[in-house]
């Protein structure tokens, strides 16, 4: 038996050896980002995930963050900032509308607090595409950022979630594009005649426009004064 301690002395000290060496599991890599998920986890953002889900726009953003190196700024309104809408607003909206009010939110840059105090204003968001025709002001007091549409003025609540590439921002109010409230501008009125201004004579033309032939018209006046002498002359000629 004293013969045999030494051995399994020799082997546990062998098994600890190995174990020790073995690498550790390395960590899950992570999944790909999902805005959705991001808000979902956030919870009180009900109504902004139904239209990004709706309109496809969350799709378009998921893609965009896991196949390029675009960043992108998410202003996300709350249950409550929706709720806080003119009844009727949302469904007086058409569905292009509504992917339109969702790209609204949407900046295709990177921005941090910090970025917000030099940005340039207008800046453009995902809405209307490269023409820009719906942008948003950005200002800055402090450590706080207020966001203005020309008809919303709202302020970032809060920072959801940011990791160099996305950054997604609480914000208290809706964000609504001045262009879905604009009055389009009235068309312009006929010009009017300038007083004093001569209409232009039809009176010689025919129905169709064509000026009437003045050379028959006097070749058949002739005609009629020839006949009329002839016959004068004839009664002339009767009484000699």
Not at 32 to 40: Q, Y
């Amino acid at each position: 038996m004293k013969q045999l301690l030494p051995l399994l002395l020799l082997f546990l000290t062998h098994c600890g050896l190995t174990s020790a060496q073995s690498p550790a599991t390395a960590p899950a890599p992570p999944g790909p980002t999902n805005v959705t998920a991001i808000l979902e986890k956030a919870s009180q953002f009900t109504t902004f995930i139904r239209l990004l889900q709706n309109t496809k726009v969350g799709d378009q953003i998921n893609t965009q963050l896991n196949n390029s190196n675009q960043g992108l700024t998410i202003f996300a309104p709350t249950d409550n900032s929706f709720s806080s809408l003119k009844p009727g607003t949302l469904n007086s909206f058409t569905d292009q509308q509504k992917v339109e009010l969702i790209q609204f939110h949407v900046i295709p840059s990177f921005y941090s607090t910090s970025q917000f105090q030099t940005a340039s204003n207008p800046i453009r968001t995902q809405a209307g595409g490269s023409e820009g025709s719906f942008p948003l002001n950005v200002t800055t007091s402090g450590n706080q950022v207020n966001i203005t549409t020309g008809v919303t003025n709202a302020t970032v609540a809060n920072t959801i979630y940011t990791d160099g590439q996305l950054a997604v921002y609480e914000v208290d109010q809706v964000l609504l594009p001045l262009s879905f409230f604009a009055t389009p501008a009235p068309a312009p009125a006929p010009a009017k005649a300038k007083k004093g201004a001569r209409l232009p004579d039809t009176s010689s033309g025919s129905d169709d426009g064509t000026p009437a032939d003045s050379s028959c018209a006097i070749g058949l006046s002739k005609e009629v004064v020839v006949r009329v002498m002839v016959c004068v002359l004839g009664v002339l000629a009767a009484f000699l």
